[in-house]
């Protein structure tokens, strides 16, 4: 298949989970519209796509994004209002269906399925996924879990350059994290474009080689030059330290929810079959260790800024 002649619509391109999609996209041949709300740095950022400004519960504007496209990226964002995700929806599944758009590649953004006990996020991307599923446009969900990149702002770690603390994630010692990159879920959603045949489907996915903490703690020390040490705090406690960096009681409870529903599992049952993911899509996905490897240095001075 020649991916020059075909063209995908993804949106979200300015964000940490799009805007790798489109890249790795434009690297693949394809011919993309590249959709967020700001078309100046749409182009900024992408020069090579064509920048589409288009709000998610605008339908009209989001049925001429999806008019001609051969397959869409979607993801929504964190909702900042009680209705923001049913009106987000029913804006993209209409203009969806009124563009009659041939296949959808769609990302929960976070923990779905039977693999972990109940919670506010575990059930509303369950029941997005389900939506989707369900929603008549031909589609493919791809089921991420806990964001490789999390590990990287101050808010989430802030004893981690001064202390040699990794407190996060907030989950048992023996637990093995499945960790999911935004770059191997850019490399498997771009796969994903072009495999009709795996409409219906929705595969949870990760980057290889779930880690206990102690097994992240010994990568981070190389990205922190120091030695660090795995003492994670509880659910609740996390969930409060990033509620009180946003002045946000609802974050505070959903994500100690969350984390309080990923504590509860033991050992390996958090862990996925990425070699599965690799022979499904054809795809090669890089390991926890050399992601951390890639990422930039981080300076004293940022960290404490």
Known sequence: MTNTTKTV???GATGAQGAPVVREALAKGYKVRAVARDAQKISALHPEAEAVAADLA???????????????????????????????????FGAAHKAQLPLLVFVTGGPSGDRFPSSVIVDATTHGMNAVLNSGIPSIVLQSAVYLENLQPEVFLPGLRSEGTLDYPPTPRD???????????????VAALSRPDLVG????????????????????????????????????????????????????FALGDLYGSIAK?????????????????????????????????????????
Do not use: C
């Open 9 to 11: 619509t993804i949106f």
């Open 58 to 92: 605008d339908e009209a504007a989001l049925t001429a994004a999806l008019e001609g496209a051969d397959a869409a990226f979607l993801h929504f964002p964190r909702p900042e209002g009680p209705d923001d995700s049913q009106n987000w929806a029913a804006a993209f």
């Open 175 to 189: 637990l093995k994290v499945q960790w999911t990159s935004h770059i191997d879920q850019a490399t498997l959603a």
């Open 201 to 252: 489907q929705a595969f949870e996915i990760g980057t290889p080689d779930a880690l206990t903490g102690d097994e992240l703690a010994e990568l981070m020390s190389g990205w922190v030059d120091r030695d660090v040490t795995f003492d994670p705090m509880s659910p609740e406690a996390f969930g409060q330290r990033i509620g009180d960096a946003f002045n946000s009681p609802g974050a505070a």
């Open 265 to 305: 599992l033991n050992g390996d049952a958090m862990a996925i079959d990425t070699d599965a993911l690799e022979t499904t899509f054809s795809v090669k996905l890089t390991s926890v260790a050399d992601h951390i490897k890639a990422w930039p240095k981080v300076k004293d001075d940022a960290l404490s800024s």
